[in-house]
């Protein structure tokens, strides 16, 4: 009910910029919460940024003051989540993912994962 597509993420230099950005796209229901995840190699997968349907972010410390979370609701069907990521740091060097809360018309909520897009951060 739910297709997400990432996009962004790559080869950049410390001290550098990446933008990612998922698409969301549904047939029925609507989608509240989007946010983005990160998983180094041996890491568990932590939190890096969330907004919420109406716009409010909410950030892990480690992003704060570098990277920036929004999102476009403009179409009806399809909500797009960036990541705007600046000064970007060797320990950023991760899988990122994009996270998506459903609701279906009888409210049944469900979250989805999007199929992660590397970060890499070397020089």
């Known amino acids: 009910q739910v297709q997400l597509v990432e996009s962004g993420g790559g080869l950049v230099q410390p001290g550098g910029s990446l933008s990612l950005s998922c698409a969301a796209s549904?047939?029925?229901?609507?989608?509240?919460?989007m946010g983005w995840y990160r998983q180094a190699p041996g890491k568990q997968r932590e939190l890096v940024a969330t907004?919420?349907?109406?716009?409010?972010?909410?950030?892990?410390d480690s992003a704060k003051g570098r990277l920036t979370i929004s999102r476009d609701n403009d179409k009806y069907t399809v909500n797009t989540v960036y990541l705007q990521m600046n000064s970007l740091r060797p320990e950023d060097t991760a899988a990122y993912y994009c996270?998506?809360?459903?609701?279906?018309?009888?409210?049944?909520?469900?979250?989805?994962w999007g199929q992660g897009t590397q970060v890499t951060v070397s020089s």
């Open positions: 996270n998506v809360i459903y609701y279906s018309r009888s409210w049944s909520r469900d979250e989805y």
């Open positions: 549904v047939s029925s229901g609507s989608i509240d919460d």
């Open positions: 907004i919420t349907g109406g716009g409010k972010p909410s950030y892990a």
